[in-house]
Each structure stands twice: as structure tokens, then as C-alpha cells.
């Protein structure tokens, strides 16, 4: 499945390389026109959904990043990010804040999120940076913060036969 993030990047590297060759402006009124006529079939669509059929389209990581590219998705941005981070079961974190000015996400990792290792983190953001980008695209940055780990305390070990 082709993500919006990677058809973005797609239709940016065609859009630098005609303007490499002075068609810019053509090629940016064609994509213009088009983004318009696909805006105004979708909000026609959205707008014809029955409310059931809506939650089943923007639960669709694609579908909600049209909507979104269009302006047309009808949560606002907490309720995306939370949408986002619940397609993630194996990467369980909780929002500890967004700041909207500089499109900052601050995570809590929990303690059951995995090992630590870096390999593990690193696959954790990139799964969290994938599924915001298509569901929340004005978070530009994710910082992740690991919750402390928990003490845990048991019964002391029974001791040795010849101690007792």
C-alpha cells in the first residue's frame, strides 16, 4: 500500500525535476487543478457517508490522509493522533502533550513497550513517524521519552538446606 507521505514524495520529485527543465509553473497549475477537482469529489463523498461508513474510511490510513490532505477530515488533530497511536498495539505509548506551534508530539513509551534497545526504538518511532504522517501530518516531530522502569519487589529467595 502506498502511503500519502510516499505519493508526496513522488509528486515533489516529478514537480523538481520539470522545473529543472522551466515547467514549474505548468506543472504546479496541473497539480493544482487536480488536488481542486479531487477536493470537491471528496468532501461531495464525505459529506453523502452515513456516519458508520465515515468511522470505517478514517480508521483507512490512506483515506484519512486524504481527507486530511484535502481539509476534510472532521476530527480535529488530538483525536487523529490518538486514531494513529491505536493502529499501533505493539508500540503502546500515551500522549504526554502536542504542541501545535512547532508540531512537537511528546511520548511516553511504556515499560512493557519492549527492551530498550535501539534497534527496538528506532522501529518504534518509525512506526509511530509512518502512522502520524498519514493520520496527523501536522506533527513534524515525535519525541520519545521511555517511562521509568518499575521496581519489583517478591518473596526473598528460601535459603539453602545446611543454613536452616
Do not use: K, N, W
Not at 514549474?24 to 457517508?49: C, Q, T
Not at 490518538?82 to 512547532?102: I, Q, T
Amino acid at each position: 500500500m502506498t502511503t500519502a507521505e510516499q505519493t508526496g514524495r513522488r509528486v515533489q520529485e516529478a514537480l523538481d525535476s520539470l522545473a529543472g527543465r522551466g515547467q514549474s509553473a505548468v506543472a504546479e497549475d496541473l497539480v493544482r487543478e487536480l488536488m481542486a477537482f479531487y477536493g470537491e469529489g471528496l468532501a461531495r463523498i464525505v459529506a453523502l457517508l452515513p456516519e458508520h461508513a465515515l468511522s470505517a474510511v478514517l480508521d483507512d490510513p490512506a483515506a484519512a490522509g486524504l481527507l486530511v490532505l484535502h481539509d476534510l477530515h472532521p476530527e480535529p488533530v488530538a483525536a487523529r493522533i490518538e486514531r494513529a497511536l491505536a493502529s499501533l498495539p505493539e508500540h503502546p505509548v500515551r500522549v504526554l502533550g502536542f504542541d501545535p506551534e512547532d508540531g512537537t508530539l511528546r511520548l511516553a513509551r511504556s515499560a512493557s513497550g519492549g527492551c530498550g534497545c535501539a534497534g527496538t526504538e528506532e522501529a518504534a518511532r518509525e512506526a509511530i513517524e509512518g502512522a502520524l504522517a498519514c493520520h496527523a501530518p501536522e506533527v513534524t516531530m515525535v519525541e520519545l521519552a521511555r517511562a521509568p522502569q518499575l521496581l519489583q519487589i517478591g518473596t526473598r529467595p528460601p535459603a539453602p538446606a545446611e543454613a536452616r
